[in-house]
């Protein structure tokens, strides 16, 4: 044990010494050849069990000299150690966790619902040896919020990842299905870690080869891979596929030719990936095609794929994300295009809808179509990958991103009727239920870019497992588990995590701004760009609508009446611009430039105010991290510090850029105790960024 624990204090120097590469994530490297004193007791023998097993074993965590019994409720063991009532309320993917007498001896029990369940439960563990050791007795029972946990990769097949500031994609397609990158086994268990349970392979804007015989069999080589760790694979379509791939002369829903094609497909399909999740469709949207192209609905549309799905028990997660340039304002479309088809989908479809009601932006209003579909299940979807919120350069931890979101209340059954709520089947007893999050991860050695991008995917998996968990516990466990539990590391880098989103909104889009980023790449701001010819709702201009009266877009009953699409109480509470939460004020009304704020500012100053908190706290942060260099390793202290300095940079490039040229509007000046802007509003408006097309991923 002694040598053991100088090993672990040797390899901990070394690494603080000359560090990290990132790839571990919040994970010990599988052991190689090396066994714990740790014994593990399972009647059971299924892949996943076995995995399980090797992580208990993993000396790293430390388990220590301790007997631990893992199987699932028809394990013999098991069944020893926990009582009939208990295990039978055990869900699959549930689990429980026990100290228990074995032999006379304490040991540690875990039962899973299913495998899946034991292996969670093993993470489980692990998860407590590190983050608060097994000093006491540990008694947990766990059940997942959501049951369908998935990530969506927007990865297109030439490798590029559409939004992806990662490198490239991992899935190497023309590698597949013959040499599979050992990249592949670790993602899916960077993902069973947290409980994830899904991945849809491939980017919405789908290409059709995806569903060509070619591709299936590099899809399948994928999922087997990934079963052991309970991750299933699932695609995204292009709604014209049987045109594109077999040269039908329609994919008109209503057309039998078109649904016998689906439905060879699923069999296809499930032939090969026998427990194939279902398909994710992003239809007339942005260009796609879709089943209004044939003067069909989405519930035409998505019907007919759940129908080719339904006997193998797949679903369809049919995306809201709609909008076209019109008479109606952007944010009110996905809500007048689905509320009519409510209740009139099939039980396996679910319809996925993007936190806020435009796109992703730093800070949203939740998407008032949480509040209106009570017939049909709903999902949401977030983006962990930062495409609004600095890519992979800007340190933004989004679980309070995510939480603002799901802890909303709808009001659709009174009061408490959160998204969360609404979501994840309690509130209507849905039988499906369902979380998004598109990912930010890709070929990078530290697969997301940033060492601290990281903590979103982990927090989005956390909050699809529990999504009561605070933002605060998540940042705690991560930190734990990535770096160190000192409490001298951990308390200043938790508050600057749960500080950094907000940061962001100050200093890019503060009291409710949202979408003035430049044309296309949106990294940068470009409040001012007006591309000739552009579709207007693409443009910045649509969104603030500075004039000399003031800035924000009239959402109220007198403007776009979208604050109608909310249940009351807060159609009202957002219309009345006296009650609006402040950080929503821009979203809902056009505010005069001397409005009174709660602060006793006027707007103006208010803004100026916000965006330069925004400078100053992402200054802080370097400060923070600097002090806590003697807790990392050399190579993570570097990545982020130089990190830090483009955030600090860009920081004060957004606050300039957005105080100058509302200034052409407010005529007012900067608050004078504040810092003067250092850019010229000419010199920043030259700036263009080659950030690329959709930001495919540069070579
Ligand atoms: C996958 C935004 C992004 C697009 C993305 C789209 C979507 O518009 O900028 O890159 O396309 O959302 O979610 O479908």
Not at 218 to 236: E, H, N, Q, W
């Amino acid at each position: 044990m002694k040598k053991f624990t100088i090993l672990i204090c040797l390899l901990a120097l070394f690494t603080v010494a000359y560090g990290e590469d990132g790839s571990r994530l919040w994970l010990q490297p599988l052991p190689y050849g090396q066994t714990n004193s740790t014994s593990i007791i399972s009647g059971e023998k299924s892949p996943t069990i076995g995995l399980a097993i090797s992580e208990l074993n993993n000396p790293a965590y430390q388990l220590g000299s301790r007997t631990i019994l893992i199987g699932t409720t028809t394990d013999k063991n098991i069944r020893k150690v926990f009582s009939k009532s208990e295990l039978s309320t055990l869900s699959p993917e549930s689990y429980l966790i026990r100290t228990v007498q074995w032999n006379g001896k304490e040991a540690i029990a875990i039962a899973g619902g299913d495998d899946k369940g034991a292996l969670y439960g093993s993470y489980h563990l692990l998860r407590l040896a590190v983050t608060n050791g097994l000093g006491s007795p540990v008694s947990v029972r766990e059940v997942p919020a959501y049951k369908v946990r998935v990530l969506n990769h927007w990865d297109n097949l030439d490798g590029s990842v559409e939004r992806g500031y990662a490198g490239y994609s991992l899935w190497k397609w023309e590698d597949l299905p013959n040499t599979l990158s050992p990249r592949y086994k670790e993602y899916a268990r960077a993902n069973a870690s947290i409980g994830i349970n899904g991945t849809v392979l491939n980017n919405v804007n789908a290409d059709p080869l995806i569903l060509t015989h070619e591709y299936l069999i590099k899809v399948k080589a994928l999922a087997d891979v990934f079963r052991p760790y309970g991750l299933k694979v699932y695609l995204s379509v292009n709604f014209s596929s049987p045109t594109a791939i077999s040269g039908l002369p329609t994919s008109d829903p209503l057309d039998e030719g078109v649904q016998r094609w689906w439905k060879d497909k699923a069999k296809e399909i499930y032939a090969l990936i026998p427990d194939f999740g279902g398909f994710l469709v992003k239809a007339n949207s942005e260009g796609l095609p879709g089943p209004q192209d044939f003067g069909r609905t989405h519930a035409d549309g998505a019907n007919m794929l759940a129908d080719a799905l339904q006997p193998y028990n797949g679903i369809v997660m049919w995306r809201a994300f709609v909008y076209n340039p019109g008479n109606e304002e952007r944010a009110k479309q996905a809500y007048l295009e689905f509320t009519p088809f409510d209740g009139k989908f099939r039980s396996n479809v679910i319809i996925q809808i993007k936190n806020g009601p435009i796109d992703f932006q730093p800070r949203e209003p939740f998407s008032p179509l949480f509040g209106a579909m009570k017939q049909t299940p709903i999902m949401p979807e977030f983006q962990i990958t930062q495409e609004y919120l600095g890519f992979s350069n800007h340190l933004a931890y989004l679980a309070p991103m995510f939480k603002e979101c799901l802890d909303s209340d709808t009001y659709a059954q009174g009061e408490g009727s959160t998204v969360a709520k609404v979501t994840d089947g309690s509130l209507y007893g849905n039988k499906i239920s369902a979380i998004a999050g598109v990912a930010n991860i890709g070929e990078d050695t530290n697969w997301c870019g940033h060492d601290f991008a990281q903590a979103n995917w982990y927090a989005f998996g956390r909050l699809a497992w529990n999504h009561q968990l605070t933002s605060e516990v998540i940042a705690d466990e991560w930190l734990k588990m990535t770096f160190t539990n000192d409490p001298e590391f951990l308390s200043p880098i938790t508050k600057m995590m749960l500080d950094s989103r907000e940061a962001v909104v100050n200093y890019m889009m503060p009291l409710g701004l949202n979408h003035i980023f430049a044309f296309d790449h949106h990294y940068g701001p470009e409040p001012w760009c007006d591309v000739p010819g552009a579709r207007p709702d693409w443009m910045p201009t649509y969104y603030h609508r500075a004039d000399s009266t003031g800035l924000g877009f009239d959402r109220t009953t007198s403007g776009s009446n979208g604050v109608s699409q909310y249940n009351q109480p807060l159609a009202d509470l957002y219309n009345n611009i006296d009650t609006c939460p402040e950080e929503y004020l821009l979203w809902f009304h056009h505010t005069a430039w001397n409005h009174q704020m709660k602060s006793g500012n006027i707007m103006w100053d208010e803004l100026c105010r916000h965006y330069d908190k925004g400078v100053l706290q992402v200054r802080e942060f370097q400060k923070i991290w600097d002090r806590s260099e003697h807790f990392v390793d050399t190579d993570r202290f570097h990545r982020v510090q130089s990190k830090l300095r483009i955030q600090a940079r860009d920081a004060v490039w957004w606050r300039d850029a957005c105080l100058l040229y509302f200034q052409t509007f407010s005529k007012q000046p900067i608050p004078y105790d504040l810092e003067r802007p250092v850019h010229d509003l000419d010199d920043l408006k030259k700036i263009k960024l080659n950030m690329g097309h959709n930001n495919k991923a540069k070579k």
